[in-house]
């Protein structure tokens, strides 16, 4: 019993990442000393393509981060979230490779971070702590092969609804998400004034309402009948790869 407390409170002293929390104690360990935690605000830039990836970034708590991808058009669209389930840059990457997307902090919080040269020494002590990481890039992958099929084949409507509660998962906030109606649709790669009488009809059927900067959600249940099954997907292959990484709501209520 002692022994299973012992872990516990050592497990929780780490920052608030799913990801570093999964580490055995022997493997953070070698992660530990070279970690720092910084705050960062919604919108800034972590990397744009063709930088140097030379620090990995673990969003903590409510903290997001999200992947844009520039377009010909001037445009950003943006293809997945990530929040205290996993980390963006030179997470499997063996070297300093140059970043192909534009990465900024979607909701602001506190970050882990630590310095790519440090986190490959410490994958070439440990086998377990390369494999770990080698999960969550095929969890990513995944993440981004349903990105491209819901892109493809569900509605604005059934995607607005995912998008807002894929970050509601992340944030751990069961009321409202701080999305503006810009930011929603960039996520959905369509124009302000389409994601906006979106919202108005999701309004109108009393399933959300709206506040400078915030989308307030009014019913959950409402939201997730709307929704395509592109979360529950991704959520299931993150159970089957690296149980307990995922943020779910029964994980967070027990």
């Not at 012992?6 to 970690?35: C, F, I, M, Q």
């Amino acid at each position: 019993m002692d022994a299973r407390i012992g872990k516990a409170t050592e497990v929780e002293s780490r920052p608030a990442n799913n990801l570093l929390r999964r580490l055995s104690a022997a493997d953070y360990a070698l992660l530990g000393p070279h970690v720092t935690i910084e705050d960062a605000a919604a919108g800034q830039l972590l990397y744009n393509p063709g930088d140097d990836v030379q620090v990995a970034h673990f969003p903590c708590g409510p903290s997001l981060a999200t992947f844009l991808v520039p377009n010909e058009d001037g445009r950003d669209v943006e293809t997945i979230l990530v929040g205290r389930e996993g980390a963006v840059g030179g997470i499997v990457s063996e070297g300093f490779l140059p970043a192909y997307t534009r990465i900024c902090v979607k909701f602001g919080g506190p970050f882990a971070r630590i310095h790519v040269a440090k986190l490959e020494a410490a994958k070439l002590r440990s086998t377990s702590l390369r494999n770990i990481f080698a999960r969550y890039a095929d969890c990513m992958l995944a993440q981004i092969f349903q990105s491209t099929a819901c892109n493809a084949i569900h509605s604005i409507e059934q995607r607005t609804a995912k998008w807002i509660l894929a970050a509601m998962e992340r944030t751990g906030d069961e009321s409202s998400v701080p999305l503006t109606h810009e930011q929603l649709a960039t996520l959905l790669g369509v124009g302000r004034s389409y994601a906006s009488r979106v919202l108005q009809s999701f309004k109108a059927e009393q399933v959300l309402d709206t506040r400078r900067g915030a989308i307030l959600v009014r019913s959950r249940d409402g939201l997730k009948l709307r929704a395509c099954l592109c979360n529950d997907a991704v959520k299931m292959h993150f159970e089957e790869v690296l149980r307990g990484v995922y943020p779910t709501e029964e994980r967070e209520a027990g």
